[in-house]
């Protein structure tokens, strides 16, 4: 049975489509559904089937509890670069991570995750030093990657605004 906020919703995509498009309109629900909460708490609870969205706990404040780089990866960078580093394109164009020379100016890497760049997002606002040199040290020695001189948490400190430590 459809939840009654649910089926609005199915009675405008029907309205909407001229009742032509069951297939669309069902995916549209399916969604809409799974991006509801109960949806997230229900798969996490199915113990039966292990899943990708199920297994990563994503962090609850407006700052990152991940502190490992490929946790900090799979929590902040990997719905747009991707898990392989390949980039996407599609509603936007994200770039590949994956063999980018770009990376090997370590004050690079550490500019755009502290200031963002174009449409990506200052997402180091919400780390430490710590984590955002954690993440750009996994990104330059992952995915074809092989840059060997870590960013230090003094070189990210360095390029904040005002030099202050987080």
Do not use: W
């Amino acid at each position: 049975m459809i939840e009654p906020s649910l089926r609005s919703s199915a009675t405008l995509m029907n309205a909407t489509a001229g009742g032509k498009s069951r297939l669309g309109a069902t995916a549209v629900l399916v969604l809409i559904a799974l991006s509801t909460p109960m949806a997230t708490v229900a798969l996490a609870q199915d113990n039966s089937r292990p899943t990708a969205a199920a297994s990563l706990a994503l962090s609850r404040t407006a700052t990152f509890a991940e502190q490992s780089g490929d946790e900090l990866f799979a929590n902040a960078c990997q719905a747009c670069h991707m898990v392989d580093g390949k980039g996407a394109v599609g509603a936007g164009s994200y770039p590949a991570l994956a063999g980018d020379s770009n990376l090997q100016a370590a004050g690079y890497p550490v500019g755009v995750v502290v200031h963002g760049l174009r449409s990506m997002p200052a997402v180091g606002a919400m780390m430490t030093d710590a984590q955002v040199a954690a993440v750009v040290n996994y990104v330059r020695t992952h995915f074809g990657n092989a840059y060997p001189d870590a960013v230090t948490v003094e070189d990210v400190a360095a390029a904040r605004p005002g030099f202050a430590q987080k």
